[in-house]
Nanobody
Framework: QVQLVESGGGLVQPGGSLRLTCAASGSIGFINTMGWYRQAPGKQRELVAAITSGGTTDYADSVKGRFTISRDNAKNTVYLQMNSLRPEDTAVYSC???????????????WGQGTQVTVSS
C-alpha cells in the first residue's frame, strides 16, 4: 500500500507564509506527477499546483507568483511554499501522487488526508 501524509497547515494572517509538506511512503516503485489540491467550504476541489518527476510545474492562475511547488524525488516528498497568503486561500489542502507500486504494471492516484489552511486576521 501507499500512504501520503501532509503537514504544515495552520492559521496565518493575511500576507503571511506557510510551507506544506507531503511525504509518500510504502510500496513505491516510481512516482510521476505530484500535486496539491484545495477545497474550500461550498466549493469544488481545485488544482493548486503540480510537478512532474522531471521538475515541470503547473500552477492555478490564482496562485502564480505567490506559491511555489517543489519535490525531493529521493525522499518521495513534495512541498508547497505559500507566500502572500490571502483569506481566499483558506481551504483544506490535499496532496495527490500518481504512483506505480513495486512490481506493478499500472499507475494509480493516491491522496493524503488533507491539512487545513486558514488565512485570517
Amino acid at each position: 500500500q501507499v500512504q501520503l501524509v501532509e503537514s504544515g497547515g495552520g492559521l496565518v494572517q493575511p500576507g503571511g507564509s506557510l510551507r506544506l509538506t507531503c511525504a509518500a511512503s510504502g510500496s513505491i516503485g516510481f512516482i510521476n506527477t505530484m500535486g496539491w489540491y484545495r477545497q474550500a467550504p461550498g466549493k469544488q476541489r481545485e488544482l493548486v499546483a503540480a510537478i512532474t518527476s522531471g521538475g515541470t510545474t503547473d500552477y492555478a492562475d490564482s496562485v502564480k507568483g505567490r506559491f511555489t511547488i517543489s519535490r525531493d524525488n529521493a525522499k518521495n516528498t513534495v512541498y508547497l511554499q505559500m507566500n502572500s497568503l490571502r483569506p481566499e486561500d483558506t481551504a483544506v489542502y490535499s496532496c495527490n501522487a500518481n504512483v506505480r507500486r513495486l512490481g506493478a504494471l499500472g499507475w494509480r492516484y493516491y491522496w493524503g488526508q488533507g491539512t487545513q489552511v486558514t488565512v485570517s486576521s
